[in-house]
């Protein structure tokens, strides 16, 4: 089953704008991450953000966590059409549990 | 040394067949998980083993599914009898001590077509 739940489901920006992604999850999370895929294979490890923290930055982006509305966002400033890929949130619950990933976002930045 | 390694990059098999996929995880790490990449779907978790703990098989989809990890390393998936529903890009990933379902290190995966 999923938990985490991102949204929109397709962004399309142009390049320079910032994108910003929103991830929703059910339960309370130990952590919650961001990857990347670019032409639907292998994921990149974007960004992790524990359940004690409220915001984190790492080059251009900068992620959110607001557990009380259990929500989260990946903004990524003055995008490049490099960052065309999909973005998915995954998260974590419990002591020894799995990592869930929700179903993605694909964001396109046109040149 | 190199990153993950999945083999064959892609698998076309006849329903009823039995496949085995491969994957090789990144020197050192301990952690090495499976999961299921449908056409525009997330990624469904299978299975994660953890040095030299029970294996978690929780998502395995049914008992046409293992895997196994020999020496802490290699892992193999195998699926019996293959069904066209298995169709899926099979992905690997490893995480390295101390950072187990916190940072996972992908490979590219296995297209698995079961026509």
């Known amino acids: 089953s999923q938990q985490g739940e991102e949204d929109p489901q397709a962004l399309s920006i142009q390049e320079g704008e910032n994108a910003t992604m929103n991830c929703s999850y059910k339960t309370s999370i130990n952590n919650l991450q961001w990857y990347r895929q670019n032409s639907g294979r292998g994921l990149v490890h974007l960004i992790l953000?524990?359940?004690?923290?409220r915001e984190k930055h790492s080059g251009r982006l900068r992620v959110t966590l607001d557990t009380s509305k259990k929500s989260s966002s990946l903004l990524i400033t003055a995008s490049r059409a490099a960052d065309t890929a999909s973005y998915f949130c995954?998260?974590?619950?419990?002591?020894?549990?799995?990592?869930?990933f929700g179903k993605g976002i694909t964001l396109s930045v046109r040149p | 040394g190199a990153g993950v390694s999945q083999s064959p990059s892609n698998k076309v098999t006849e329903k009823g067949k039995d496949v085995e996929l491969r994957c090789d995880p990144i020197s050192g790490h301990t952690a090495l998980y499976w999961y299921r990449q449908s056409l525009g779907q997330g990624l469904e978790f299978l299975i994660y083993?953890?040095?030299?703990?029970?294996?978690?098989k929780s998502g395995l989809p049914s008992d046409r599914f293992s895997a196994e990890r020999t020496g802490g390393s290699v892992s193999t998936l195998t699926i019996q009898r293959t069904q066209q529903e298995d169709s899926a890009v099979y992905l690997c990933a490893s995480s390295p001590p101390g950072t187990e379902n916190e940072k996972l290190f992908f490979g590219s995966g296995t297209q698995l077509s079961v026509l």
């Open positions: 953000i524990r359940s004690n923290e």
């Open positions: 995954a998260t974590v619950s419990g002591a020894n549990s799995k990592l869930t």
């Open positions: 083993f953890q040095g030299n703990s029970a294996p978690d």
